[in-house]
């Protein structure tokens, strides 16, 4: 590994304005998905989205949220119900409120190894267009000091919101679900065309958008949802393609949580399951990354 990364400019020069606040519940470090080199991939708590897959069920609700892990308990004969006071970790708050200088203060943490790997900052979720404005200008922030940014989204908002963002990101990170406009809508609350159309806005814009299609059984595991998405960027200069199969490790969050895990039961796809579809979009011309 070679520090010899360009110098970065300090911050100290630079006048920000006041700060505001946003919702996360976890900074993930030393990632080797979601973007280039080691990434530190920031979630932003709350989703409009229901996908029945989600592995990050934690992410949904907008609220900070208070869970308890049994396994942890002490069983004391007085509880105090306090996740700050709890000795054993049994009660565990999901989520918390961050500044912009205090999140910048996080993410700069990781940079030397941003520099020695070309690596950077990554803002998931959850949906992070719910918080669309505090996202920009953190990202505003950190390409001033030369870090990478990349933002994973479903697309689904105004354009008002999301282009601004996508304006500081060098990557953006673009889902392509469910491909049929009244299934979409039914299963997951997501707004089919109006996610197209801000994917042919964002390319337009020269910004770099890389898709990835989730393969799901039941859901976009199939050779029609792939013909549908090929079909929609075959017009657009896109050369890339992340593929996602379904995996199952999300499932003891919903436990926790005390919700149903609508994927009880699937087994994740094996190679003989990915490998046709794969195929299909190899031989559309483009390069493919399987698991982001």
Request: proline fraction near 7%.
């Amino acid at each position: 590994m070679t520090l010899s990364a360009a110098r970065r400019i300090n911050c100290k020069c630079i006048d920000y304005p006041a700060d505001e606040t946003a919702r996360i519940f976890n900074i993930q470090r030393y990632s080797l998905n979601d973007g280039q080199g080691i990434r530190t991939v920031i979630f932003f708590k709350g989703c409009p989205h229901r996908c029945p897959w989600c592995a990050n069920p934690e992410s949904i609700s907008g609220s900070i949220e208070t869970v308890r892990r049994e396994k942890k308990c002490l069983h004391r004969a007085v509880c105090l119900n306090d996740a700050d006071e709890c000795p054993s970790g049994a009660l565990a708050r999901i989520g918390r409120d961050v500044t912009l200088d205090g999140l910048e203060k996080e993410a700069l943490k990781d940079d030397i190894f941003f520099r020695s790997s070309s690596g950077g900052v990554t803002l998931s979720g959850g949906e992070v267009l719910m918080q669309a404005e505090f996202a920009t200008r953190f990202l505003a922030r950190l390409r001033r000091l030369g870090i990478n940014t990349a933002i994973e989204t479903a697309g689904d908002a105004p354009a008002a919101r999301l282009l601004p963002l996508a304006r500081q990101c060098d990557d953006v990170l673009f889902d392509l679900k469910i491909m049929d406009e009244k299934q979409s809508k039914e299963v997951l609350h997501i707004n089919l065309p109006r996610v197209l159309k801000n994917m042919r806005l964002l390319v337009a814009n020269g910004i770099h958008v890389i898709p990835r299609i989730p393969l799901i059984p039941g859901y976009t595991m199939t050779r029609e949802n792939m013909c549908r998405v090929l079909d929609v960027l075959a017009p657009l200069a896109i050369d890339e393609l992340h593929i996602l199969p379904f995996h199952p490790y999300g499932e003891p969050k919903y436990s926790l949580l005390d919700r149903p895990w609508q994927m009880k039961g699937v087994p994740a796809p094996d190679e003989s399951d990915i490998a046709p579809l794969r195929l299909m979009a190899e031989s559309a011309g483009y390069r493919i990354k399987v698991g982001g």
